[in-house]
């Protein structure tokens, strides 16, 4: 079965210009949900998707939004770059996301904003 | 409010040592704890949840409510655990993960 796969991999913007991240989850799973990683703040929680819905958003500004579609991906968009965005941006996926379900992390979206 | 804490950025340990990685959560009802772990140029993976009660490569976790914490403990330390470790929670009916800061674990020769 193949893992969570997200695109691009790596990618340079420039501040002030905005960028789509897109996941695809493991077959089947139907909760995605979505992380920043960097050096002094650790994995700080996004968004979580469930067919279609928003159900759960961590404290980020308006200018990060997400949304899942009818096959379950997600894609994840950030406006107005700014310097401090960069960071690696993980995707993960679950069967229905919650209590008693593992999620499955992807290798992540190293975002450089220059 | 919900917080994971790692104390510990790093932790260093000589192999055949034991190891405790401290975790400590604020959460006020029933959270369900894990640990993640990742290795040099790997995804983060599951380690470990503490409702499985389970021990994975010799690690092994014990949920105290009184204490708030989720210590991640193996007596004999290997090289091969050197990697990045995560204490993470999600809340009983929520769909929000809560992850610490992280730990290196190094365990040297």
């Known amino acids: 079965k193949a893992g969570v796969t997200q695109t691009p991999r790596y990618l340079i913007k420039t501040r002030g210009q905005q960028v789509t991240l897109s996941c695809s989850p493991i077959s089947g799973h139907r909760s995605v949900s979505w992380y920043q990683q960097t050096p002094g703040q650790g994995l700080q929680f996004l968004f979580e998707?469930?067919?279609?819905?928003?159900?759960n958003k961590g404290n980020f500004p308006g200018r990060f939004s997400g949304r899942q579609f009818s096959n379950s991906r997600s894609e994840m968009n950030v406006s107005t770059l700014e310097l401090g965005d960069s960071a690696l941006y993980l995707c993960?996926?679950?069967?229905?996301?919650?209590?008693?379900?593992?999620?499955?992390f992807g290798e992540g979206s190293w975002l450089t904003v220059v | 409010a919900q917080r994971v804490t790692q104390p510990e950025k790093l932790l260093s340990v000589f192999k055949g040592a034991p190891v405790e990685l401290k975790c400590n959560y604020s959460y006020s009802g029933s959270p369900e704890l894990f640990w993640y772990v990742q290795y040099s140029r790997q995804r983060l993976q599951l380690l470990l949840r503490?409702?499985s009660r389970e021990s994975i490569k010799g690690f092994t976790a014990d949920l105290n409510k009184g204490e708030t914490s989720f210590h991640l403990k193996k007596p004999f330390a290997q090289e091969e655990d050197s990697a990045m470790y995560y204490c993470a929670l999600i809340s009983l009916g929520g769909y929000k993960y809560i992850f610490g800061t992280g730990t290196r674990l190094k365990v040297l020769a």
């Open positions: 503490h409702i």
């Open positions: 993960a996926s679950s069967l229905e996301g919650g209590v008693g379900n593992t999620i499955y």
């Open positions: 998707y469930f067919s279609e819905t928003q159900r």
